[in-house]
Nanobody, 117 residues
Framework: VQLQAFGGGLVQAGDSLTLSCQVS????????FGWFRQAPGKERERVAG????????NYEDFVKGRFTISRDNAKNMVYLQMNNLEPEDTAVYYC???????????WGKGTLVTVSS
């Protein structure tokens, strides 16, 4: 099983960025997915989650209205559209998948997002 996140980079405050996660080695449609992040010196925190079909999404308060999670079941891809980025969004972002909502069995290597002020 592999989850590969990519699309991170250095951006300025107010910019947008889309992260992608390529998933392989599992039955993609059977898994829920989430995006998490870990800022320097801080614990990992959940950012957003999406259900099996993509019909239900949820977000932490600090990204509501700015970030959008989506998935493409035909391409085995999960996305995180990030708008109006803030310096506080600087972190390594990870995608994760699980068979049960709230439980993540597989994690990918992260992609670094740096937001300058």
């Amino acid at each position: 099983v592999q989850l590969q996140a990519f699309g991170g980079g250095l951006v300025q405050a107010g910019d947008s960025l889309t992260l992608s996660c390529q998933v392989s080695g599992l039955s993609f449609r059977n898994y829920v997915f989430g995006w998490f992040r870990q800022a320097p010196g801080k614990e990992r925190e959940r950012v957003a989650g999406i259900n099996w079909s993509g019909s239900s999404t949820n977000y932490e308060d600090f990204v509501k209205g700015r970030f959008t999670i989506s998935r493409d079941n035909a391409k085995n891809m999960v996305y995180l559209q990030m708008n109006n980025l803030e310096p506080e969004d600087t972190a390594v972002y990870y995608c994760a998948g699980g068979l049960v909502v709230g439980t993540f069995d597989y994690w990918g290597k992260g992609t670094l997002v740096t937001v300058s002020s």
